[in-house]
């Protein structure tokens, strides 16, 4: 049992501790009462390196992060990124975006309350990212409450003014409209008129998707820029953990959403450097100076020239492709694409050993490489043998109808032919 010295002593303790919850419940603090230790988990303006910014539609709180014009992002040189081309965006954005320096380019992801969107779903941390002389630099505003919403818009457009253009990943879907209603809801005009759009992920897409089993930021952050993330959040949690917030106004419990949206959106800068450069590249050497060298992104490349009508030059990538490297599901289609141009082009003798390659092997394009090589010589060649020859095979692969009339014409030619002859 405790003397009567100890117990007074214990006492005295927790009348000082009682003193000290009256004290701070009632805002009374003085210069020997000591800030509680967990502080800091509870309130973000003082745990966050940021601060409150109030406007006419009162506060909402902000932070910046600068990522150094020395450092990397795995392999891309985040210093080089102030000496992109003005025009870089050009082509990718089909003529529509303005030739203007990189430091006028905004880049913009946000955090939401739902993934789905729709008039319900809040944006309560948006970032923008742009590029300066001392690096790149994420603007983050964010939403401590519902109430703060209107502050946080107003304040985003603000900061946009000093910017022309827009980058988003997926934005054109999701981010913009979804910033659009909100300002509605707000009886707020949306910033974005104005501002040119650049959807890197269409391009990205188009660059990579032969080569990825998808084309999502963080896997192509990984797997083209060699980035490992620690400690992130997957994007399907990111709305539960906000709710979670808002419940227990804890703040530590944002810290992996504050680093998940500022390194989405410095990814989002440094493959804006590497994918708008790829399709004004549009030659393997040029790819090749830009760390591209797989023969899925020649073909990436490839195609998306064709599709623009530059035969010759995607052509040439698509011979490119093939000399890199293709897997067996892509190979074949490209050696028939490459065989249907050179034909189309009106050159026959590559055509024709395109085809002939295709012929003597298993793949999905082995009949109509038959059916290609019978045309030839019953058209080009008039030897209808060779031709009907050909047809059988094809018939042997997969029979059709216009297989068989086709053997049938061939056939009927070819007794004519001998008919003339023994006369």
Excluded at 113 to 125: D, E, H, I, K, V
Excluded at 208 to 232: I, P
Excluded at 282 to 306: F, P
Aim: hydrophobic share 40%; proline share 5%.
């Amino acid at each position: 049992m405790l003397d009567i010295d100890q117990q007074l002593a214990q006492l005295r303790q927790r009348i000082a501790r009682i003193d000290e919850k009256y004290e701070l419940r009632n805002g009374l603090t003085g210069p020997e009462l000591p800030a509680p230790k967990d502080r800091s988990r509870f309130f973000i303006e003082e745990w966050a390196q940021g601060e409150v910014v109030n406007n006419e539609h009162g506060p909402h709180f902000q932070m910046e992060k600068l990522y150094e014009s020395h450092r990397r992002h795995g392999s891309a040189d985040i210093g080089a990124l102030r000496e992109l081309p003005h025009d870089l965006l050009d082509t990718l954005g089909d003529g529509t975006i303005p030739s203007v320096a990189p430091g006028r380019w905004a880049f913009l992801d946000t955090e939401t309350t739902g993934l789905a969107g729709g008039s319900g779903t809040y944006a309560f941390l948006i970032g923008v990212g742009s590029i300066t002389t001392e690096g790149f630099r994420v603007r983050q505003f964010f939403m401590r409450e519902y109430a703060e919403e209107r502050s946080l818009l107003r304040a985003l457009t603000q900061y946009l003014e000093r910017f022309d253009v827009l980058i988003t990943y997926n934005g054109k879907t999701y981010d913009q409209p979804l910033l659009e209603t909100r300002y509605r809801m707000t009886r707020q005009k949306p910033p974005f008129g104005r501002m040119q759009h650049l959807d890197l992920l269409h391009g990205a897409r188009r660059l990579w998707k032969l080569r990825f089993e998808n084309c999502r930021l963080t896997h192509l952050e990984n797997q083209v820029l060699g980035v490992e993330r620690e400690g992130d959040l997957p994007s399907e949690m990111i709305p539960y953990v906000y709710f979670e917030y808002l419940r227990s106004n804890e703040a530590h419990r944002l810290v992996p959403i504050f680093h998940h949206n500022a390194i989405d959106i410095l990814t989002l800068g440094c493959l804006t450097a590497l994918v708008p450069a790829a399709f004004r590249a549009t030659d393997a050497e040029s790819l090749a100076a830009i760390g591209l060298r797989r023969g899925e992104e020649y073909l990436g490349v490839a195609r998306w020239l064709l599709a623009a009508e530059q035969t010759e030059r995607g052509l040439d990538l698509l011979k490119r492709a093939v000399d890199a490297g293709l897997p067996d599901s892509l190979l074949f289609r490209t050696l028939w694409d490459i065989g249907r141009i050179e034909k189309k082009l009106d050159r026959p003798e590559p055509a024709l050993q395109i085809f002939t390659e295709l012929a003597g092997c298993p793949n999905p394009h082995r009949v109509d490489a038959l059916s290609a090589l019978a045309k030839h010589f019953e058209h080009q060649e008039r030897n209808f043998g060779i031709a009907l020859e050909f047809t059988e095979q094809a018939l042997a692969c997969k029979p059709s109808d216009d297989l068989r009339r086709r053997a049938s014409r061939l056939q009927a030619k070819l007794s004519k032919s001998k008919s003339r002859r023994l006369l």
